[in-house]
């Protein structure tokens, strides 16, 4: 089973709460540097910081942890979203680019009837699209 993994800088916990928001993300598991057993080696990290933790978007599990916070996100990754509708398509999409920004505006493409690119507050970038 592949599980896509993604570092975040310090902001994990707001991360995981904008899509459980935004996207209906439900956190199947997550744990805090603070709940490491007091007997365990603890970097020096904020105690909210999160050591790791599996959301599940659309069905979809993705494992969401705090990094490096000098560590950039990944410019090379996205999310591929795709929905029944373009009026869900259009929901999603203006709420992720809140705070973010457009890489490719709405439109219809070969493919499906609309096709949009975002990268959201967080620096993801998603792919959001209609089924037909």
Not at 17 to 34: D, M, P, R, T
Not at 35 to 43: I, Q
Not at 57 to 65: L, P, T, Y
Not at 111 to 131: C, P, Q, R, Y
Request: with cysteine.
């Amino acid at each position: 089973m592949l599980i896509p993994a993604i570092g975040f800088q310090g902001n994990c916990n707001d991360v995981i709460a904008f899509y459980q928001e935004i996207l209906g993300a439900q956190v199947k598991s997550i744990s805090h540097y603070k709940d490491a057993p007091a007997d365990s080696e603890k970097p020096s990290t904020p105690p909210d910081f999160v050591v790791g933790s599996e959301v599940i978007i659309d069905g979809q599990s993705v494992m969401m942890f705090d990094d490096d916070e000098s560590r950039p996100v990944n410019g090379y990754f996205y999310f591929s979203l795709t929905k029944d509708t373009v009026e869900e398509v259009t929901t999603i999409f203006n709420k992720l680019v809140e705070g973010g920004k457009i890489i490719t505006p709405l439109a219809p493409v070969y493919w499906s009837s609309l096709f949009g690119i975002v990268e959201d507050k967080f620096g993801i970038a998603w792919m959001v699209m209609a089924s037909n």
